[in-house]
């Protein structure tokens, strides 16, 4: 509540916390997350498969299982799966602010995604999209850079990688919240 003169004895009184809740109601989470498969047997291929819809599916699955229907009904409406890469299996997941850590449980209590075992790995949280596009690119070149020192390719080596990493940050930087 705030007052404040508009004349010279009068005292107008505006209530602002409905404009606050507001604005609250509208903050995110963003939680850049890998799906590890496991066991990490290069013999043993994951399919590739996976999509943003069948993650979506198997956290809705989990919050249930884990946090019952109360849990799902904090998370479900904000909940949303914004990327996904196959080729690195990070993804960026968007949930309320007041409820991420219910999806944050969610993703730690998963262990399989359509049959297939994973680990899934919460790499960063922030509070916006743009922090979150940031670590995802970053955590691209990482990736990219220990597929190379696996390779045992030189780093100016120019591979499909390079062009992977420029369409990557193409397609993470065009996210919208």
Same mark, same amino acid.
């Given at each position: 509540?705030?007052?404040?003169?508009?004349?010279?004895?009068?005292?107008?009184?505006?209530?602002?916390?409905?404009?606050?809740?507001?604005?609250? /109601?509208?903050?995110?989470?963003?939680?850049?997350?890998?799906?590890?498969?496991?066991?990490?047997?290069?013999?043993?291929?994951?399919?590739?498969? =996976?999509?943003?819809?069948?993650?979506?599916? /198997? +956290?809705? *699955?989990?919050?249930? !299982?884990?946090?019952?229907?109360?849990?799902?009904? #904090?998370?479900? =409406? !904000?909940?949303?799966?914004?990327?996904? !890469? @196959?080729?690195? $299996?990070?993804?960026?997941?968007?949930? %309320?602010?007041?409820?991420?850590?219910? %999806?944050?449980?969610?993703?730690?209590?998963?262990?399989?995604?359509?049959?297939?075992? $994973?680990? @899934?790995?919460?790499?960063?949280?922030?509070?916006?999209?743009?922090?979150? *596009? +940031?670590? %995802?690119?970053?955590?691209?070149?990482?990736?990219?850079?220990? $597929?190379?020192?696996?390779?045992?390719?030189?780093? #100016?080596?120019?591979?499909?990688?390079?062009?992977?990493?420029?369409?990557?940050?193409?397609?993470?930087? !065009? =996210?919208?919240?």
């Amino acid at each position: 509540m705030v007052r404040f003169k508009v004349g010279l004895a009068a005292w107008k009184v505006v209530d602002l916390p409905t404009d606050r809740a507001r604005y609250a /109601a509208l903050q995110n989470r963003w939680l850049l997350v890998e799906f590890i498969p496991f066991p990490r047997n290069p013999a043993i291929k994951a399919p590739s498969t =996976l999509d943003g819809q069948q993650i979506w599916n /198997a +956290l809705k *699955q989990s919050i249930i !299982s884990n946090f019952g229907d109360t849990g799902w009904g #904090a998370v479900g =409406l !904000s909940l949303n799966v914004k990327y996904f !890469s @196959p080729t690195t $299996y990070i993804c960026i997941i968007r949930v %309320a602010r007041d409820h991420h850590k219910i %999806a944050w449980g969610g993703l730690s209590l998963l262990t399989t995604i359509q049959g297939v075992r $994973y680990i @899934p790995n919460v790499i960063h949280v922030s509070g916006t999209i743009k922090q979150a *596009q +940031l670590a %995802a690119v970053s955590h691209n070149r990482a990736v990219v850079a220990r $597929y190379r020192a696996l390779a045992r390719t030189p780093a #100016a080596y120019q591979d499909l990688y390079d062009e992977y990493l420029e369409l990557s940050r193409k397609d993470i930087e !065009s =996210l919208q919240d």
